[in-house]
Nanobody
């Protein structure tokens, strides 16, 4: 069993920064892709960024490229999302998820473990 716990969300003004962290307990991230998704009210859950197992390869949705950075944390079994130059349209609940394989995909149904989510609100 894997448990994922996100932290670091909050309220920030447009142009500001936040750093989200995801800590896993139970089985490790080894050999599995990890990703961050987000879901705004009334919208579908969407892929934000992903990282291959052991940090091999990073992937981003177009709207966050150059602003967000996903990385494996210094602490074992953590993955971080550094979010800079935040915009009001980045407002959503952000979820950490573990892929069902080593691959990083953009499809939520290919992830088998999810965190409870952390709210990110960007004011204009």
């Amino acid at each position: 069993q894997v448990q994922l716990v996100e932290s670091g969300g909050g309220l920030v003004q447009a142009g500001g920064s936040l750093r989200l962290s995801c800590a896993a307990s139970g089985r490790t991230f080894s050999y599995y892709g990890m990703a961050w998704f987000r879901q705004a009210p009334g919208k579908e859950r969407e892929f934000v960024a992903g990282i291959g197992w052991s940090g091999s390869g990073t992937f981003y949705r177009d709207s966050v490229k150059g602003r967000f950075t996903i990385s494996m944390g210094n602490a074992k079994n953590t993955v971080n999302l550094q979010m800079n130059s935040l915009k009001p349209e980045d407002t959503a609940i952000y979820y950490c998820a573990r892929s069902g394989s080593a691959a990083v995909t953009r499809r939520p149904d290919e992830y088998d473990y999810w965190g409870q989510g952390t709210q990110v609100t960007v004011s204009s």
